[in-house]
């Protein structure tokens, strides 16, 4: 079977760091996205990690263990504008995605 | 940029109505994706298509099909709308051949009354 799972809702404070957590269970896999959805909007591609280890871009990183199937998304010096749902997405191998249900992140000032 | 649009942003239609939602890329890209997200839910695919004229079925089918004679336009139909089906309807589209990202339109929020 096939089943993605990260927590439904994290709050932080402006200025800190975050990590949510994405667990992975799928039949194929080519490598693990990361999205940001800001309400009432598409989501947007945020990183893409295809090999083990840690992936920086910015105030934002992602990392991947594919033995543990294991990602996380690091977001450091938290903004309000980070106030947003995350969803992580398994690659089946570079055909269709698998979603997780979303964490949305709030950012207390 | 690529550019993923579709035809309503929201929409109401009563039950029993056929439904047709349209989506249109402009990168030439070669796999179209329907989705609707619900809350707690998230993502679920619900019909994808790798060329034109191909379709292959996603994880919530029922209640659906889908349309692609032109490598551009994915449209995705609803028959007969139930209640159930409302939701918001997201399309997306990746280029083939490799683990690209999928690039997604703006949405439509349905509403089945």
């Known amino acids: 079977g096939q089943n993605i799972d990260q927590p439904t809702e994290m709050t932080a404070t402006e200025g800190a760091i975050v990590q949510i957590n994405c667990t992975y269970q799928?039949?194929?896999?080519?490598?693990l996205f990361w999205y940001q959805q800001h309400a009432g909007e598409a989501p947007t591609f945020l990183s893409y990690?295809?090999?083990?280890g840690l992936e920086e871009k910015g105030r934002f990183s992602s990392f991947l263990s594919r033995s543990k199937g294991y990602s996380y998304l690091l977001l450091k010096e938290l903004q309000m504008k980070d106030s947003a749902s995350y969803l992580c997405?398994?690659?089946?191998?570079?055909?269709?995605?698998?979603f997780g249900p979303g964490t949305r992140l709030s950012v207390l000032p | 940029d690529v550019k993923v649009t579709q035809s309503s942003r929201y929409l109401v239609k009563r039950t029993g109505e056929k439904v047709f939602l349209e989506c249109v890329q402009d990168?030439?890209?070669?796999?179209m994706f329907w989705y609707r997200q619900d809350p707690g839910l998230g993502l679920r695919l619900i019909y994808f298509?790798?060329?034109?004229?191909?379709?292959e079925k996603g994880d919530i089918p029922e209640g659906y099909s889908v349309s692609r004679e032109k490598k551009e336009r994915f449209s995705l139909i609803l028959e007969s709308a139930s209640t159930n089906q409302t939701s918001m309807y997201l399309c997306?589209?990746?280029?083939?051949?490799?683990?690209?990202?999928?690039?997604f339109g703006p949405g439509t929020r349905l509403t089945v009354l």
């Open positions: 799928t039949s194929g896999f080519n490598g």
């Open positions: 990690n295809v090999l083990d």
């Open positions: 990168m030439d890209h070669e796999n």
């Open positions: 298509s790798y060329d034109v004229k191909m379709k």
């Open positions: 997405a398994a690659d089946n191998y570079g055909q269709n995605f698998v």
């Open positions: 997306a589209s990746r280029r083939g051949g490799g683990s690209n990202e999928q690039f």
